[in-house]
């Protein structure tokens, strides 16, 4: 199955490492974004690996959980779009 990262989900990863780098620990902001891309490969062999998103109660919404951030996905019939990586402790908004 293929995964594409959404222009939304790839400014949330920029941001993630902006963050850390302004906090002066640009290793942590580097190790959560390869850390995170690697989870988001696992999709391709298993796209319901991640949870129903309970804002939307929807079967083809979903996230997978890597704290503190949630990856939210839309799982379709040949693809895979991943929409936000978004900290867990903000409303979650869609671009």
């Known amino acids: 199955m293929k995964v594409?990262?959404?222009d939304s989900a790839m400014n949330d990863l920029k941001e993630l490492h902006r963050?850390?780098?302004e906090q002066l620990v640009p290793q942590v902001g580097q190790r959560f974004v390869a850390e995170i891309l690697d989870r988001i490969e696992t999709l391709s062999d298993n796209p319901d690996i991640?949870?129903?998103v309970?804002?939307?109660t929807t079967e083809n919404v979903r996230e997978l959980i890597h704290k503190p951030y949630r990856v939210v996905?839309?799982?379709e019939l040949?693809?895979?779009?991943?929409?936000?990586v978004w900290r867990s402790?903000?409303?979650l908004e869609f671009p």
Not at 78 to 84: A, L, M
């Open 73 to 75: 996905y839309l799982r």
């Open 19 to 21: 963050y850390y780098e």
């Open 50 to 52: 991640g949870r129903i």
């Open 89 to 91: 402790e903000r409303v």
């Open 78 to 84: 040949s693809s895979i779009f991943i929409i936000r």
């Open 4 to 6: 594409c990262l959404t």
């Open 54 to 56: 309970p804002e939307f």
